[in-house]
């Protein structure tokens, strides 16, 4: 019941973004969530299928992951061989040259993906073991590029621009909780946690144990230098604050 629930609000969030328009700095704006739809519906149908304990949110999809397989932090590896999903991807109706969507036949690896993935399947084991109560989101669907190719995120977007993503991309993270009931909000880096924030206070009927990790992207340097140690160490904080048992790892 819970994926049929969260199918539905991926697609009203699809096209709520579809009739969004961006201009400069933006010159290219892809959606997976329209020409990656399968390997999507394929993401929440396995493993959006029951009520989570943690909910995990990242910022936006990037060039090698989401944006070529429709599933958040997409890495290729990490989606075929640990989640067991493959799908047929088409293209958005522009592309820029340098960051062609391949889709399961991309030869790059995106390292967030890789990172976070590792760091959950070293905690746990198999995707199943993960995911019986645990599930990861992206705030918004949306990848911008810049004339250059250049990847743009939404804080660098035009304050008029960013209102018109937050309205939809709140209504759809509050339905997300609302949904999947879950009792600790992890943000996947500050930006995300801040999101999670505004979600919550709409949901006043609701107690949740909110917290942030560190972000997994190679442009942190912090994230270079102590990964995994200390992402695994703030969740296992995060989930003694809130009461939650540590992961058991299962092969």
Known sequence: MQAEQLIAAARQLCDEMESLTFSA????????????????EQYIRRFGN???????????PGPFGMAQTGVPFGEIAAVTLWMGISAAVGQPPAMHPKRPVQGFSCPRSEVSGRRLWGLFESMYGTAENFFARSYVANYCPLIWMSESGANITPTQLPKEQVAQIDAACQRHLVRLIEVLQPRCLVGVGGYALKQLQLAAAALPGHSFTLGTMLHPSPASPASNKFWPERPQQQLLDIFAQAGLPQPVRVD
């Open 25 to 40: 700095p933006v010159a290219y704006t892809y959606n997976p969530l329209t020409y990656a739809w399968a390997g999507h």
């Open 50 to 60: 029951s009520a989570k304990d943690v909910l995990y949110l990242g910022m936006n």
